[in-house]
């Protein structure tokens, strides 16, 4: 399996422009989740779905942050209008299960956006 | 909510030695804990996994110790290699909520040849 996709690797915006990532999961997967890394907050988790349903999107920052899975095998996190503060790396997860039996998540490479 | 620390940023040690890598964890309830590799560019790669129903598990040179009594666990890392350079990730889950993991600050491990 290729793992977890997400595109673009890099980008570089100008403030107040429109960034959009992407995430294709690991093919059977029913989990995905979108994670902000930085250096002064380490991991949060911003949002997670299951079966495509949005399940807890109470890590979204502010209404400029929005996140759909119209698919089992596609996902985006956009940002509109984007600030010097969203510069992070972006990483998409996914997971088979969760629960007892087992909930591993695979990360994906992760998006690095740096906002100018 | 409670959270998952680390005690030491950065670890700094020679080839060929042992590493430890120490976890705090404060949510008394927490019952499933993982560890984390991440390399410099990369995504966090699952490493070892242990229940709260026991106190170590091994895997390929590494292993976890939990200690429930004082809410700490640790991942022993031995003979380590420049290849394991990296930043290291505790996790908690618990069960009976969620199960999504939240994640320590993270250590930093340097290993020098």
């Known amino acids: 399996d290729a793992g977890v996709i997400q595109s673009p690797r890099h980008e570089v915006t100008e403030m107040g422009q429109e960034v959009t990532l992407r995430c294709k999961p690991i093919?059977?997967?029913?989990?995905l989740f979108w994670y902000r890394q930085t250096m002064m907050r380490g991991l949060e988790l911003l949002i997670y779905f299951n079966n495509n349903v949005p399940i807890d999107d109470s890590g979204m920052p502010e209404d400029r942050f929005s996140a759909k899975m119209p698919n089992a095998s596609f996902s985006t996190l956009k940002i509109q209008p984007s600030e010097p503060r969203d510069s992070a790396v972006y990483f998409c997860a996914s997971a088979q299960t969760l629960g007892e039996t087992g909930n591993t998540i695979y990360f994906g490479e992760g998006s690095w956006l740096t906002v100018v | 909510g409670e959270s998952v620390g680390l005690h030491l940023p950065t670890l700094s040690v020679q080839e060929g030695d042992n590493s430890i890598i120490n976890c705090a964890y404060s949510n008394s309830a927490s019952d499933y804990f993982i560890w984390y590799k991440q390399e410099s560019g990369k995504g966090p790669q699952f490493i070892i996994d242990i229940r709260s129903n026991m106190d170590k598990r091994q895997g390929q040179r590494v292993t976890v110790l939990l200690n429930k009594t004082v809410k700490h666990l640790s991942l022993q890392i031995a003979a380590t290699q420049p290849g394991d350079s990296a930043v290291y990730f505790c996790a908690e889950t618990t069960s009976g909520g969620s199960y999504i993991p939240t994640f320590g600050r993270g250590t930093s491990l340097i290993v020098h040849p």
């Open positions: 093919s059977g997967h029913d989990y």
